[in-house]
C-alpha cells in the first residue's frame, strides 16, 4: 500500500512555498523505498482520505474560504479521528484552531481541531527569520528549527496543547515565547521555508508517524545541514 500525502488547497494556500512540504515527505519516503500517492486538493474539491495531511499559509481572505471548504466537507477531521497525521503551517495552524483574526475586527470561527485562538493585537506583523529549539515531548530528539515567518496573528494555546518549541530567534506565537504547537498526530507551526525542507529530521518524524515505523533508516542530509548552517542552527 502506498503513503497517500494529500496537499490541501494549494490554490488558496500557497503564497509561501509551503507546497513544497509534501515534496519533501514525498522524497523521503521513495528514497527509503516506500511507495507514495501523492494527492493535492484545489478549492472546491471533495477531500480525499490520507495518511499525512499538509496545510500552508496565506493570506486573510483565502484562509476564511479554506476553513470554510474544511468545515463543510468534514473529511479531514475523520481522517484525523482515524490517525491521520497533519502538518499545519501558519494559516494552516491558525484555522484549525477555535477561532481566528481576518483582518482587523473580524474573528472567525476555525475548524476547533486544536484547542488555539488567533487573535490581531497591536504588535507589528512578525516577519523574519526564526530559529526555536523543540520542547514537544513527542518530538525530542529533535535539532532546533530553522524557517521564517510572516503573520498578523499571535496565537495562545489551551491547556491541551503543548507548544511545539521555544522561540530563540523571531516571534513565533507571540505572548509566551513559544513556537507552533503539538497535539497527538497534529504538528503546527509558524515557520515557512519549507518547514520540511529547513528540517528534515521533522520530515522524518512526521514520516514515522504516517507509516508506523518506531524509526526510519537514516539518509544523507549534508546538503540540508549545509543550508541549516547559513541559517544559524
Ligand atoms: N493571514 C494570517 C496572518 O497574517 C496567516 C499568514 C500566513 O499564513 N503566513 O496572521
Given at each position: 500500500m502506498s503513503l497517500r500525502i494529500c496537499t490541501l488547497y494549494p490554490d488558496l494556500l500557497g503564497t509561501y512555498g509551503d507546497g513544497g512540504n509534501a515534496l519533501v515527505l514525498e522524497q523521503r519516503a521513495k528514497w527509503r523505498g516506500f511507495a507514495t500517492e501523492m494527492l493535492s486538493v484545489k478549492a472546491g474539491d471533495v477531500v480525499p482520505i490520507a495518511d499525512l495531511y499538509c496545510l500552508g499559509g496565506g493570506e486573510d481572505g483565502p484562509q476564511v474560504r479554506a476553513t470554510e471548504l474544511l468545515r463543510s466537507d468534514q473529511t479531514l477531521r475523520r481522517a484525523l479521528d482515524d490517525g491521520a497525521v497533519l502538518l499545519a503551517v501558519c494559516a494552516g495552524f491558525q484555522l484549525i484552531g477555535n477561532s481566528f483574526s481576518a483582518g482587523k475586527d473580524r474573528q472567525v470561527e476555525g475548524l476547533?481541531?486544536?484547542d488555539i485562538e488567533t487573535i490581531r493585537t497591536s504588535e507589528p506583523r512578525a516577519v523574519g527569520e526564526v530559529t526555536a529549539d523543540v520542547t514537544a515531548p513527542t518530538l525530542v530528539g529533535l535539532p532546533p528549527l530553522s524557517g521564517f515567518e510572516n503573520h498578523g496573528g499571535r496565537t495562545r494555546l489551551g491547556s491541551a496543547v503543548l507548544p511545539l518549541a521555544r522561540v530563540t530567534t523571531g516571534t513565533g506565537n507571540g505572548f509566551t515565547g513559544d513556537e507552533g504547537a503539538v497535539s497527538g498526530r497534529i504538528v503546527a507551526t509558524y515557520?515557512?521555508?519549507p518547514v520540511l525542507a529547513r528540517n528534515p529530521q521533522l520530515a522524518d518524524r512526521l514520516l514515522a508517524w504516517a507509516l508506523d515505523q518506531r524509526e526510519l533508516a537514516p539518509l544523507d542530509d549534508e546538503l540540508h545541514d549545509q543550508l541549516r548552517r547559513e541559517r544559524g542552527v
Open positions: 476547533g481541531l486544536l515557520l515557512h521555508g
